[in-house]
């Protein structure tokens, strides 16, 4: 059996989706592309469309979380703009004028379906740093037990790339992950994810069902969204990652149907489904491996790649080939095995050290890096996340 067949199901029995249908917490990232026509104005039908499927969610007594791309593209038509300004202070400038546009027309739509909603601006530090983590987290479950609908994005007024979160699939994906969620639903202008790029080639299928996320998935990921949003179809798959991996289902489909959250939500047929992994790692875990960003990568022989995968083992210095990247202790970094990545985890070591110490045995770290004491591990198994 190919790798292809083994993780991806170009047709799939919809019964395999009855899990969706249980689904109680819900995180539903609506990209921008969907909420704006190409003029760059906001599609109210659309957007009244999306608020009434989410409103019927929770009065069904779903757990709904909004992460809502759309701030720039909102702010486009008052400020004159024809299209996504490329300079930074002006794209910043339309974000301030569209955050507002879009919290107002979300309010009021889904007050007149009866529900409340509050809004939420995050940069990256807000999932760096332990404490803003957890002060997150404990917000949403506040908002979640008082039966608001929290609408989530990032702060596109304040950001630069030093702060980013990157996109807001990546940030959907973190979300789902901080909350717990049971299903992400990605709502983009193509229906999933798919064996070639549909767009060139019309022998191109719609893969169903993704049981895991292999470099073949990455490679069929394609390229660069529309032009008035920031993701394509790799960042949804680098989502998928997080999110599967968190125990988090997550379906991407298209924006443009009308239906395709509640059709998601009762488990039918539409879209692509990720299938999660079934153990969920602990909060702090998850923070480690999905809230920091990644500041490097090591690569991994088999035998310390069985040792990961198979025994639980922490990561020790005998069996690392290779360090790629600049990093300090108590980052976070990649472990790649044949140019996959297998793990996260948290580093003892500096990339400058690692780099000295690879391939040797423990108790050869101290006299190599002329130090009276180290840690034995690179990275402790309770600070390592497993994704295969």
Known sequence: MSERESTVKVVTNEHSRDVLAKAKRIVVKVGTS?????????????????????????NQGKEIILVSSG????????????????????KQAAASVGQGVLLHMYEKLFREYGHTVGQILLTREDSMNRSRYINLRNTLYALIS?????????NDVVSIDEVKIGDNDTLSAVIA???????????????????????????????????????????????????????????????ANI????????????????????VIAVGGLRGTHFVARDSKPHMKKRWVAFGKRLKGSVTVDKGC???????????????????????????TISILFNDEEIARGMVNFSSADLDQIKGCNSHEITSILKIDSAHTEVIHRDNLVILR
């Open 71 to 90: 701030a720039v593209g909102a702010g486009l038509a008052p400020l004159g703009f024809k299209e996504k300004p490329k300079d930074l202070v002006m």
């Open 305 to 331: 790649a069985d040792a990961l995968l198979k025994k639980g083992s922490s990561l020790l210095p005998v069996g690392i080939t290779a360090v790629s990247g600049e990093f300090h202790e108590g980052e």
């Open 177 to 239: 992950s901080t909350v717990e969620a049971d299903l992400l639903i990605i709502l983009s202008d193509i229906e999933g994810l798919y064996t070639a790029n549909p767009q060139t080639n019309p022998d191109a299928e719609l893969i169903h069902e993704v049981d895991v996320i292999t470099p073949h998935i990455y490679e069929i990921a394609g390229g660069a969204g529309t032009s008035r949003g920031t993701g394509g179809m790799y960042t949804k798959i680098q989502a």
């Open 146 to 154: 008082l039966g608001v609908i929290p609408i989530i994005n990032e």
């Open 34 to 58: 969907t909420l704006t026509y190409d003029t760059g104005r906001l599609n109210l039908r659309r957007i009244e469309s999306i608020v009434k499927q989410l409103a019927d969610l929770a």
């Open 243 to 262: 999110a599967v991996n968190s125990g988090v289902h997550m379906v991407i489909a298209s924006g443009e149907r009308n239906d395709s959250i509640e």
